[in-house]
């Protein structure tokens, strides 16, 4: 157990350099499974928490795993299981992406319900309900989702009624290897769907239109290993924007891709912080008073929902007041009553959240609700009067490699130190619905809808 403890003060310059996407690499490691002969490589696979949680899902399927220097070699020509145990799914959701190629590949599978972080009900209809229309048999029992199939999955025509990520990510891997067409409607167009997209393609599948609301897969007989680059990290590379941006600083952004980042770029600008496009990364500089803005979480290429916290926190910063609303998940406002301890005045409505700029944050003893929420603080902490503490490590190591020393690199006065049980005991947070209940998960729908 540890906590990062930031010391705010200093203007954040110099030259960073982005990982690999964890929301890229999680599917591809995921879609490995599908390669029945060679092996996989892949390469710039960032050393995160969730990387190491779904290579042991892999392993424990039977697949062969390595990961040294970032690269992580996958044989999955020959596996012996085709169920994810609830040890390794509770810790990430991401882990229910085996589904769709165990099913597509040995027409069987029995899978633990997804955990995660309590951002949501997070349902997972979707991808049950792509599953099903390809002529699988779905049964639910004692915390496991089974799915089984009488043959090779059938191509059809499956319509999202949410552009969930996951769902179009798992149904696209099960279509890989279906008999026939496979059409997804109102497919997500994340860029990592199309990093996705074309891993399977030079496995040797079949599919247009990744990037686009409709996906088509036709299915073929086999796929195999192959080597792939995981595309850089967009919300690594926004939260080191926006780091920079907080503290007034200029700092280079090396690998982060303009074109996955157009709203958080267009933001920034609206808010009068410079950014110098540049071939292999993004300059920002931030050298004059902010303006405040609105912002609005949409689905890609929308504002990403996994920027909202730390957007807020850079409008605490902003001169005026500011509106965040979050239409993609329902409870991820976690963070306010974080912020509020550091002497930040936010007021949640509804799914909106209006903040108050020039605040004078102070450091306190703060909590990680959820992943981005802990980088979300620790840029908070970077501008505070004195000490800031941030707990829920667990959280920020799941989706950010090296964010001390990274921030210390740019000039940021961060340390991790480790704490004992007794110590994380004491001071245990008080934070609301850690866990969200595992109920319902077919068909829960947003709260506003
Ligand atoms: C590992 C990974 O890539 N995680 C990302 C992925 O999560 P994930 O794939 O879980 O997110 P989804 O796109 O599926 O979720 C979007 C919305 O759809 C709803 N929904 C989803 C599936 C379903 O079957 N039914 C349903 O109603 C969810 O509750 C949520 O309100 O996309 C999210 C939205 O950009 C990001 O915040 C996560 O970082
Ligand atoms: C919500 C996130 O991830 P996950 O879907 O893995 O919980 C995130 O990356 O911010």
């Known amino acids: 157990m540890s906590k990062f403890i930031v010391r705010g003060g200093n203007v954040l310059t110099g030259n960073v350099k982005v990982s690999g996407a964890k929301n890229s690499v999680l599917p591809i490691i ?27 899902v892999l392993e424990f399927l039977g697949a ?11 044989d999955a020509q020959n596996l012996v299981s085709c169920e994810a145990p609830y040890e390794w799914v509770r810790k990430m959701r991401a882990s229910f992406l085996v589904m769709g190629p165990l ?8 899978i633990s319900l997804p955990g ?16 099903e229309a390809m002529g699988a048999e779905i049964n639910l029992g004692q915390g496991y989702i089974e799915a089984k199939s009488n043959g090779r999955l059938r191509g059809a025509k499956i319509y999202l009624d949410v552009a969930s990520v996951g769902a ?17 409607e109102n497919a997500a167009k994340e860029p990592e769907i199309v990093d996705l997209a074309n891993y399977l393609t030079s496995m040797g599948a079949n599919i247009r239109g990744a990037g686009t609301g409709v996906i088509r897969i036709e299915g073929v007989d086999k796929l195999r290993g192959v080597e792939h680059t995981v595309i850089p990290d967009r919300v690594e590379a926004g939260t080191y924007m926006m780091a920079a941006a ?29 950014i110098d496009v540049q071939e292999n990364g993004v300059r920002v500089t931030a050298n004059k008073p902010l303006k405040s803005v609105d912002v609005k ?22 001169e ?4 965040v609303t979050e239409t993609v998940f329902e409870n991820r406002f976690m963070h306010v009553e974080q912020f509020a301890l550091m002497n930040a005045e936010i007021k949640v409505e509804g799914r909106s959240s209006i903040i108050t700029g020039s605040a004078k944050l102070t450091g306190a003893k703060v909590v990680a609700t959820d992943l981005r929420a802990g980088a979300a603080l620790i840029m908070a902490g970077l501008v505070a009067e004195g000490t800031t503490e941030v707990g829920g490590t667990h959280h920020i190591d799941r989706g950010y490699v090296n964010l001390a020393e990274k921030l210390s690199g740019l000039g940021a006065n961060i340390f991790r130190i480790s704490m004992d049980e007794d110590a994380v005991a004491e001071e245990a947070p008080k934070v609301k619905h850690e866990v969200v209940e595992e109920v319902n998960l077919f068909n829960i729908q947003p709260t506003w809808a």
Not at 30 to 56: C, F, Q, Y
Not at 168 to 176: D, K, L, P, S
């Open 30 to 56: 995921a879609a490995s499974l599908l390669g029945e002969e060679g092996v996989s490589i892949i390469r710039d696979a960032p050393p995160l928490d969730d990387v190491m949680t779904i290579n042991k």
């Open 64 to 74: 062969g795993v390595t990961y040294e220097d970032e690269v992580i070699r996958v």
């Open 320 to 323: 005026g007041t500011s509106v």
């Open 168 to 184: 179009t990510e798992n149904i696209m891997m099960a279509a890989t290897l279906a008999e026939g067409t496979t059409l997804i």
């Open 246 to 274: 907080i503290t007034g600083g200029d700092v280079f952004v090396e690998g982060a891709i303009a074109d996955h980042l157009g709203p958080v770029i267009s933001k920034l600008q609206e808010m009068g912080i410079t």
């Open 103 to 110: 099913l597509a590949r040995m027409g069987h599978t029995r």
């Open 116 to 131: 995660g972080c309590a951002i949501g009900t997070r349902p997972i209809d979707q991808h049950l309900k792509g599953f």
């Open 297 to 318: 979480t949409l689905p890609y290429p929308g504002f990403p929902t996994d920027m909202q916290s730390q957007m807020m926190a850079l409008l605490l910063k902003s």
